[in-house]
C-alpha cells in the first residue's frame, strides 16, 4: 500500500526507533494497568465484601476489555497492512514516518509476541486473583475466630473471678444515684439489672437508690484519703459527668473485661482494669490530665488486671464509651463484636442495636415470639434454636400461637462479628444441624412485625463469625 516505501533506502534512527519503543511500552504499560486493575476488580464477581460488587466486576471486565484493546490495537498497528488513518497521518510527516516504518518492520513480530504474553498475563492475574482474594478473607476470618476463642478465655476468667458473664447492658451513673425517677421507663429493667450486677461484682461501692448520690463532692479531691471528694469515673475522662450513660453489649464486652480508660498524650486509648480500692474501683489509672498535678492523688495505680488486652487501634468510641472492632472491620465501618449475655435462658434483644439496613435502604427489625411474648428490636439480634417467628396469614406476629423458641447457648452468652459483609442481619432462627441453617428468605411479601423482607435478606448472615461449634454460621 505504502508506494513511497519502497524508494526509501535510509539507516534507522535510532531517536525514531526509540520513539516507537516508547510508544509500544506505553501502550504496553496502559493494558498492563488496565487488565491489572480490570481483573481486581473482576474478582469482586467471586468476593461479595461490598454490595455493590455487580457494579464493580462488571467495570472490572470493561477495564480488561479496555486492556485486550489496546494490546490489540499496538498489534494490529504493527501489522502491515492497509491503514488509511497512517497513510494520512504519515503524508504529514512524511520522511519521519517512512523511518518510523522502517523502525517498526525491524519490531514487529517482537512486539506482537510481547502484546501476547502481556494478555496471557492478565488473564492469569484475573484467574489467580479471586482465589488470592478468598485466601486473604479465609485468613482474616481465621483470625477473627481467634479473637473469639480470646474472647471465650476472657469471659471464663472473669466468671470465675466475679461469678458470673458480664451483663450486655447496663447504666452507668458516675455520680451512684439510680433512684428509679432518673430513668424513663424502657430503661428501669436495665436499671435493676445494673444494681443487680454491679452489687454482685463489687459489693463495697455504693449505689444509692433514694435519691441521693455515692459521693457528696462530686468533684477534683483535695486529696486521696479526702472520702467526700470521689466519683465513678467510668469513663476515664477525669471529669465528674452528670447524667448517665448506657453500655450496649459491645461496650460492656470492653468495660467488663478491659475496665477504665486512659488516653495518653496522643490520645491513643488503651484500658486499665479496675482499681483495687474496694470502695471506688471505677478511677483513672493515671493522671490523664497533665496539666493538673494533684489529679495524680485521686488516680489509682494499684489495680486489677484486664481480662483481655485490647489492641488499641480497634477500639473505638461510639457515643461515650468503646467498642471493639474486628480485624475484618475499618475504624470508619465500626462494626464491633457483638455480645448478647443471657439472663437465665434469654437474651435481650435490645442489648445490641447498631444502624444496619438492608440493600433496600430498610432498618433490620427481626421479631420474636417467645413465651407468649413477643419482641422486636433491630440489628444485630441473637439467634435462636426453634421457630421463633409466628406469622400469621394476613402478615402480622402470630401471638395467639406458643411455638417454643429456644435461645442457643442459652447458659452463656452469644458473641458475634459481622464477617467478610460487614452486616449482621437480623438474627433469629438458626440450626446448628440441616440444610435450611438460616431459613427465613422470607416469601415475598411476607412480613414480620410489619417490616417486609426482602428474599435472600438473610444471605449476609452466612459469612458471620461466632462463638458457637459452627464458627461461621454456613
Ligand atoms: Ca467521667
Ligand atoms: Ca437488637
Ligand atoms: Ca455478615
Known sequence: MLSASGTMNMGISHNFAGDVAMRNLSACVAALVSLAVGSYLYSYTFYPRYHWNVELAALGWVLMAVGIGVAAWRAL????GPDFVRLAWMRWHRKRHLHLRYARRRRAFTMVELLIVVVIIGILIALLLPALQSAVRRTYEAQVSVE????????EAFKN????????????????DYSPAR???????????????????????PLRTDGGKAWTILAKPTSQTDPKSNFYDFNGNDQPDSGYIVLQGHQCLVFFLGGIPA???????????????????FVASKDNSAADPTWNKFAQSIRNNPFYRFDSNRLVIDGNYPGYIDSLDTVNDKRFFAYFCSYNGIYDLDDCNFVETDDNNNPLIGGFEFLGKTFSSPSPNPYTEGMPLAVNTSGNLDTNTN???RFLRRDSYQLFGAGSDRKYGIGGYYTQRGDDRL??????????????????????????????????LD
Request: hydrophobic content about 30%.
Open 183 to 205: 430513668f424513663p421507663a424502657n430503661l428501669q429493667a436495665v436499671r435493676q439489672r445494673t444494681l443487680d450486677y454491679m452489687r454482685k461484682f463489687f459489693p463495697r461501692a
Open 263 to 281: 488516653y495518653n498524650n496522643t490520645g491513643t486509648l488503651s484500658l486499665e482494669g479496675f482499681g483495687k480500692n474496694p470502695s471506688n474501683p
Open 161 to 176: 473471678e466475679y461469678g458470673s458473664y458480664p451483663p450486655s447492658r447496663i447504666i452507668l451513673c458516675e455520680d451512684g
Open 439 to 472: 431459613p427465613f428468605a422470607a416469601p415475598a411479601n411476607q412480613t414480620v412485625t410489619g417490616i417486609a423482607l426482602p428474599p435472600n435478606t438473610r444471605d449476609c448472615e452466612r459469612d458471620n463469625i461466632t462463638n458457637f461449634a459452627t464458627g461461621k
Open 403 to 405: 411455638y417454643s423458641c
Open 77 to 80: 498497528r504493527n501489522y502491515d
Open 148 to 155: 473469639i476463642e480470646s474472647f471465650t478465655q476472657a469471659l
